[in-house]
């Protein structure tokens, strides 16, 4: 369910709960495209503390609107995102890197109002750092690169499993690329988070090609030999071969806007 509302000049307030299908995603398009027509610049107050994920057809319907509105968003100003959700918080600082006109900002369920204030137009400080995964914008909606650009915690991994597993409602089958640049170890947990092993059993239904530039030699060969007894096929290039990984993928990378 979608509950929207202007909560002031040009900012709409969405507050999404439960399960989401294709109606509930219309009436927050309804709702922002009045606003378009009203307002020249428009900001968004999203809360998806309640968010229990989406049908295919509702994913579908937003992915269209999406692509077809991709000329309008030099007319969006702000967006707030307050979530819960470790996976969604990562996913609003990557789509902050893609969409450098949008200033997007997630903040914690108690953060409402500080949230409410800076889509209301309010200078907020950031006060965080920033994820050791960053998202590649590819030219294949079934394709999803990573760079990890520093220290591996277990933060980072829960929230890239979440998203590609919301990532696996749109596409059966995906091909992963990571990218490992400045690479500064990971978590000794991640070897024995329960969840994460069940993520990545997950994985192995749904992905195809998997290529790991960079890191350690000993981590390109451990990827390797490992490769050789799952179902998908893995590939390791060295750190200076990246665009030999894209071409295997038959992929390109997009650059941010």
């Known amino acids: 369910m979608i509950v929207a509302e202007i909560i002031a000049p040009g900012v709409v307030g969405l507050d999404v709960t ?7 995603v219309k009436v927050a398009i309804l709702a922002i ?5 009203r307002f020249d610049e428009v900001s968004l ?4 503390t ?17 692509f077809s509105h991709l000329g309008d968003l ?12 470790a996976w969604i918080d990562t996913l609003v600082w990557l789509e902050a890197r893609l969409v450098r006109k949008v200033d997007i900002r997630r903040f914690a369920p108690e953060e409402r109002h500080m949230a409410k204030v800076f889509a209301k137009g309010g200078e907020i ?20 690169a990573f760079r990890i ?16 597993e919301e990532a696996w409602t749109r596409n059966e089958k995906v091909d992963l690329m ?20 069940k993520g990545k059993v997950a994985s192995l239904s749904h992905v195809r090609r998997y290529a790991v530039v960079g890191g350690p030699a000993a981590m390109r060969g451990a990827a390797a030999f490992f490769g050789a007894f799952l179902p998908m096929e893995i590939r390791t290039f060295e750190r200076g071969h990246e665009s030999e990984a894209w071409h295997w993928l038959d992929a390109k990378p997009q650059f941010a806007t």
């Open 18 to 24: 439960g399960k989401l299908d294709s109606d509930d």
């Open 74 to 85: 030099g007319r969006y100003k702000r967006v707030a995102v307050i979530s819960g959700h």
């Open 125 to 144: 400080p950031r006060g965080r750092a920033e994820p050791a995964i960053a998202r590649i914008a590819t030219d294949r909606d079934d394709l999803f």
């Open 50 to 66: 309640g968010y229990a994920g989406a049908t295919a057809s509702a994913i579908l319907t937003d992915v269209r609107y999406g």
């Open 45 to 48: 107050f999203v809360d998806l």
């Open 33 to 37: 495209e009045e606003a378009l027509e």
């Open 149 to 164: 650009t520093d220290h591996l915690g277990k933060h980072d991994a829960h929230a890239l499993i979440g998203y590609l």
């Open 178 to 197: 990571v990218v490992i640049e400045n690479y500064d170890g990971f978590d000794l947990s991640l070897l024995v988070d329960p969840a994460l092993w």
